[in-house]
């Protein structure tokens, strides 16, 4: 062996895979791409890392350039390098994923050229996406599932204060099945980790619910001592 | 952008946590390397990724190159992408990690001129190890940890029939801190997926204990639907 590096013609790249929730949808955000050969292609956010950057800064800085969007608590979730994933060459790709409290009304606007434009769009309905990218997307999606009743991912998803009917819809959407109204209230007000608020919903066309909040800390504390929520 | 790769002078490699349990400890898997300028180093079983092989078959290969551990089950923990992680320039390295059955009867025989040797090491009491290899044991070791109570890591590491005090040992280990036999044993056997056999250890200079082994059905089943062991 040298005392160098072989020499491999490779690089890599960060994807991201990014939920919102919003007016009782799951949604992740995806651009389309503007440049040849993948000129209007649809794919999750994401591009090469440069030589000079680690991969979670790339991962910032790519999803910043292609959405505008920043400040974002991402965590890496999978690594993605089997060969001829992608058209042009051997480009091993890191996916990171993020859970954000959303709204249609904020806008996206990609700062680089690379990116036409950005939008959020429902799981559900998901179009095809360039790459292997909707692999990506349904590996992070089952990792959010796995956690869902582990970790604070509804905390992250809805708004600070909340109706028991946008609760249900997050864990309907994230689990993709239908839960009894009754039922769910009385296991979920049965932990204890939610608040009842003196508020009910504002401008709404239908009877106004009541809004709760976490109690964060009881939330926690369920989540980890208590071995999890189970539906 | 050109429709082609960007050129940027990276590569990556894989690195394998393989953790053992044997004679009551805790040990991973290390590698003595004999090339220049890494002549003597201990490291992790690692080295780079070809441009004709999946990550995880380079991981396989790599892992069976440098120890002549073959068939192992490894899956994929962490991504390590900082900068200057690697003297001779941006390596990004894809960490695996694997639990075995392991005796130190076995024989570890590399294959690969850049292993002078492998061995077992204990995780308690790790030499300086290349690189930022003691990070990604860490790393590592944390995420065993966590899936101690969620995942079946004691039936991955223990032999088929074991003693009480074998178990705790494993516990002990993973998480480094004493229990109490007698609560541990209660705790333990009160799950319902420990079957106590007609059997008691062979070999032992001291009063021979009883042996058991896992129903593993209700041992995930403890694991998946309970939400999990707590000690």
Redesign the interface.
Known sequence: ?E????S?????SVDCVIFGFDAGELKILLIERN???FKDWLALPGY?????????N?AARILYELTGLNDLHME?F??F???NRHP?????T?AYYALIRTSSKKELRPISQ?AKKAFWHPVNDLPKLAFDHTKIFETGFSKIRRRL??QPIAFELLPEKFTLTQLQSLYEAIENRKFDKRNFRKKMLGFGFLKELNEKEKDVSYRAAKLYRFDKRRYMKVLS????I?N
Chains 1, 2 share one sequence.
């Open positions: 062996m005392s160098k590096l072989p491999i013609d490779s690089v890599f440049e040849e050969p090469f890392v440069e030589q000079n950057e680690s991969i979670d790339a890496q999978h690594t390098g089997e060969l042009q060459g051997r480009v091993i890191v690379y009743n582990t001592d208590e071995g999890g189970e």
